[in-house]
């Protein structure tokens, strides 16, 4: 059982993946994870999407499907593609990978959320300067203000989580996501699925489209 999970910041993906990892055994590959790896551990991929990032410009599609690739062709487990595709471009490219790779996605699960929600979600949103961790001023506080429970870094709000970025962030997302959509509607892999709920009933939604 392959997934694909999208929808807007701070609609729960990270989450609904985590929880999909621990109780299910699956693999998730997040776009973000892997340019932080492949940097890391300096592989060509990885230089390729420096460059670009270091002249603030975004990393070509062919460079992350590149990145995908290797992953997949070395993970034989179910997997959860978490933030990518973002676009049918995108989309497009990763059909053509799987079909290579003699691998199938079964559901495009979409967590649906209210912008109104989602803009409160991000705004409270904290992150640790120095190990990543994420705390929210209102749902999951630091004990101590400003820093991390983890490890006693800095937690601080991140440019893009301020409010007025946001919105310009959440349009982008919607812009980009509606033909994304419609994309998987006509495979017949598309499922919504209310998100503005406890991260627990999520879950328990996004089991019961995997055993359908
Ligand atoms: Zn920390």
Do not use: W
């Not at 603030?56 to 590149?66: A, E, K, M, N, T």
């Not at 992953?71 to 933030?83: E, H, M, P, Q």
């Not at 991390?148 to 919105?167: F, L, P, T």
């Not at 959509?181 to 709920?197: E, S």
């Amino acid at each position: 059982m392959n997934i694909i999970l999208f929808g807007a910041p701070g609609a729960g993906k990270g989450t609904q993946s985590s929880l999909l990892v621990e109780t299910l055994d699956m693999f998730q590959i997040s776009t973000g994870d892997l340019f932080r790896a492949a940097i890391k551990n300096k592989t060509q991929l990885g230089s390729q999407a420096q460059s670009y990032m270091d002249k603030g410009q975004l990393v070509p599609d062919s460079i992350v499907i590149g990145m995908v690739e290797e992953v997949l062709a070395s993970k034989k487990v179910d997997f959860i593609l978490d933030g990518f595709p973002r676009n049918v471009s995108q989309a497009e490219a990763l059909d053509g990978l799987l079909q290579k790779l003699g691998l199938d996605v079964s559901r495009a699960i979409f967590l649906e959320v209210p912008m109104s929600i989602l803009s409160a979600r991000l705004t409270g949103r904290r992150v640790c300067k120095s190990c990543g961790s994420v705390y929210h001023i209102e749902s999951k506080p630091t004990a101590k203000f400003g820093v991390c429970d983890n490890c006693g870094g800095e937690v601080v709000q991140r440019n893009d989580d301020k409010e007025d970025v946001i919105a310009t962030r959440l349009k982008t997302y919607e812009e980009a996501t509606s033909p994304l959509k419609d994309y998987y509607k006509k495979t017949g892999k598309f499922v919504a699925i209310d998100g503005n709920r406890s991260p627990e009933i999520v879950f328990s939604e996004i089991k019961r489209q995997l055993s359908n």
